[in-house]
């Protein structure tokens, strides 16, 4: 990204991060209608390779400039990217903590019990947007103390209009611009 954008190592870079996998950020029409992420001159959009069809989707339907780094980053570059963003928003992965850990503020989508199970530490730059789902929304199975065979997302329902309503609290806040 650094070279890409003509920065050397000492320039100073904050960037804007949406770690898309298994998050209610794909419905793009609640998200333009929650005004999306307007408030981003550029977003990076990440995710794991094998999700690059569905973040190239959602840089695609985007109204603002995005940078697409699904599958092309290195755990290092990754690092990289996080310890510079000026916010993440992202479903409850291990980008979300690694972020946290790096500093960097961060809207999670969690589900109740992994919350509970595995709040962040640093929780003065974190904030949650909870889904308290219980029953699978495929078998309806409650899924508290095991888990049933399905793999259906368990924070779909989060409002996206919650999420971007933190994302801009957070954006606002911060020291950087």
Same mark, same amino acid.
């Given at each position: 990204m650094q070279s890409r954008l003509g %920065? #050397?190592?000492?320039d100073t870079?904050?960037?804007r991060v949406a770690w898309i996998g298994g998050c209610v950020l794909f419905d793009t029409a609640k998200l333009r209608t929650a005004g999306g992420f307007d408030f981003w001159p550029?977003? &990076?959009v990440n995710g794991a390779a094998h999700e690059a069809g569905l973040t190239g989707a959602?840089?695609? =339907?985007m109204r603002a400039p995005a940078v697409d780094l699904s599958g092309k980053? &290195?755990?290092a570059a990754l690092c990289g990217l996080l310890e510079? =963003? =000026?916010?993440?928003v992202s479903n409850d992965t291990?980008?979300?903590h690694l972020a946290l850990a790096l500093g960097a503020p961060c809207v999670g989508i969690d589900w109740l019990t992994n919350l509970i199970e595995s709040a962040p530490l640093r929780q003065e730059r974190h904030r949650a947007a909870v889904s308290v789902r219980v029953h699978c929304p495929r078998c309806g199975a409650e899924n %508290?103390? #095991?888990?049933?065979e399905h793999d259906d997302s368990f924070v779909a329902d989060v409002p996206v209009e919650e999420v971007a309503a933190l994302a801009r609290e957070l954006f606002r806040g911060a020291d950087i611009a």
């Open positions: %920065l #050397t190592r000492e870079r904050h960037y550029q977003l &990076s959602v840089v695609d =339907a980053l &290195s755990l510079r =963003a =000026a916010l993440l291990g980008p979300l %508290l103390k #095991t888990r049933c």
